[in-house]
Nanobody, 124 residues
């Protein structure tokens, strides 16, 4: 079992920045691809960004390209999502997830473990 704990969410004005963190604990040995998803009220979780097990490869949803950056520090067992130029439509609950594979994954069903989420609210 892996436990994931997100932090860093909050209220920010449009155009501002936030950095989300996700710390993994438990049976973290092995190679894990990581991802960030977000969920709007009443909607399915949607893919935001993914990073492969060693941080070399990343992949972004179109909505995140050019504004968000995913990174990881394996020594700290932490994945980050740097979000710049935030927009009101970015308001959502953000979740990190771990997949027991080395490659980036973009589908929610490909992930094995999920955090509890952190709320991001962007005011106009």
């Amino acid at each position: 079992q892996i436990q994931l704990a997100e932090s860093g969410g909050g209220l920010v004005q449009a155009g501002g920045s936030l950095t989300l963190s996700c710390v993994a604990s438990g049976r973290t040995n092995g190679n894990w691809a990581m991802g960030w998803f977000r969920q709007f009220p009443g909607m399915e979780r949607e893919f935001v960004a993914a990073i492969n097990y060693n941080g070399i490869n990343t992949y972004y949803a179109n909505s995140a390209k050019g504004r968000f950056t995913i990174s990881r520090d394996n020594a700290k067992k932490t994945v980050y999502l740097q979000m710049n130029n935030l927009k009101p439509e970015d308001t959502a609950a953000y979740y990190c997830a771990a997949a027991g594979t080395i490659a980036t994954q973009t589908q929610a069903w490909e992930y094995d473990y999920w955090g509890q989420g952190t709320q991001v609210t962007v005011s106009s």
